[in-house]
């Protein structure tokens, strides 16, 4: 500013009416610097002046703080990447910061539970030309509570305590779950074969959220057993549960059924014995399947005594009934039967008997054949 002898007061030296500026200036605290140059043989220089002011809105009164912008604070759906909504609120002077607390719901109402600081997942909020101080906000889904407050400082570094602000009523606001879904839906082959486990597939699904965790559970339907996740062993029908789960985000779960059936086995030779005689060694049975041969378990009744079952083949005559039984592990029980003879042993002495009796009539037919020759050459 220079002296301006005619007006008898100081001008800018640049020509700006710094008046008429701050006439149309927001409602704040300002500083103004005023340095007064000295004209030479006339006056000297008037070293700077730092001088803190204040501009009112029109009809408030003198001294009282408020909120020029109320606090408030946008919703936001929670990420890995810590960005939070930046809380709003502007008083008329000073700067505003904010405490957080986590707000549960206890069956009626939400109410304040732990405060947000730097032992709770949080982000910090650094102080500067926005804001008074460092505060620290919540990055976890859920409900929370938001407390505003403003400070203002003087020109000697102080607070000003009337320019003090603070919230009564808290303000409730959600940070949201991140949304997730499955891009491809989960899938398993809708018939699987138990005798072919080496075959089966596992099942599939993709989520939305690349940080996703997919596991697979199963269950019985008709029993209700929970397999966790191990894969059937017996048949019948099942349910498939996929969870997709990931940081900050609800678990997402469907459903698929689906059914484990026996593999088929079959006879390739039908199993049978041979008779035999009581005294001669027995016939082993015979009899082979597709899958599991040296697995047949054989078992034998004797007709008169059915009743009776025997393990083991059977040695005194009779007439039998051969059961064969064939359970492999995934594979469809298979059964047969067959009637066998054990005939009665020989009776030694009879049959030399009867061998005697038979040389004697041979020797009496040969002389009556002989009687009868000579008769006929006598005659």
């Known amino acids: 500013a220079k002296y301006d002898s005619i007006k008898g007061e100081y001008v800018s030296t640049d020509g700006t009416n710094y008046l008429q500026l701050l006439a149309r200036a927001p409602a704040d605290w300002y500083i103004m610097t005023v340095t007064v140059d000295g004209e030479s043989g006339k006056y000297g220089s008037i070293d700077t002046v730092v001088l803190e002011f204040q501009i009112f809105v029109q009809g408030s009164p003198d001294e009282k703080n408020y909120w020029n912008v109320l606090p408030a604070i946008v919703p ?24 957080f607390y986590k707000a549960e719901f206890n069956g009626k109402e939400y109410v304040e539970s732990d405060k947000i600081d730097q032992n709770t997942p949080s982000v910090v909020i650094g102080k500067g030309t926005q804001y008074f101080k460092d505060f620290y906000m919540p990055i976890e889904p859920g409900y929370y509570f938001m407390y505003a407050y403003a400070e203002n400082y003087g020109l000697s570094d102080t607070i000003i305590e009337n320019d003090s602000l603070a919230t009564v009523t808290p303000i409730l606001f959600e940070i949201r779950n991140r949304e997730n879904s499955f891009k491809d839906e989960p899938r398993i082959q809708t018939l699987l074969y138990l005798g072919e486990r080496d075959k089966w597939e596992s099942p599939t699904a993709t989520a939305m959220l690349g940080d996703s965790k997919i596991t697979y559970t199963y269950r019985n ?23 997709a789960t990931a940081k900050y985000s609800l678990p997402v779960v469907r459903e698929v059924e689906f059914e484990v059936a026996l593999s088929t086995n079959s006879w390739v030779s039908a199993p049978s014995i041979k008779d035999w005689s009581e005294e001669v060694k027995g016939n082993d049975p015979s009899g082979s399947a597709l899958v599991g041969s040296d697995k047949i378990v054989y078992t034998y009744i004797n007709v008169k005594n059915p009743n009776k079952i025997l ?19 995934g594979y469809t029980p298979l059964e047969a039967q067959y009637r066998f003879t054990i005939e009665p042993a020989f009776d030694k002495e009879l049959v030399i008997v009867d061998i005697v009796l038979g040389l004697v009539a041979c020797a009496l037919a040969v002389v009556v054949i002989i009687f009868a020759v000579r008769r006929y050459k006598e005659n």
């Not at 339907?221 to 969870?243: F, H, R, S």
């Not at 393990?311 to 059961?323: D, H, K, L, Q």
């Open 311 to 329: 393990t083991e083949r059977p040695t005194a005559e009779g007439t039998y009934i051969m059961y064969a039984v064939l359970e492999v592990e």
């Open 76 to 99: 936001w759906e929670a990420n890995l990447t810590g960005a939070v909504s930046l809380p709003e609120g502007k008083p008329l002077r000073g700067l505003p910061y904010f405490v």
């Open 221 to 243: 339907k008709t029993t209700g057993e929970d397999l966790g996740e191990q894969m059937p062993k017996t048949a019948g029908t099942y349910i498939l549960t996929a969870t």
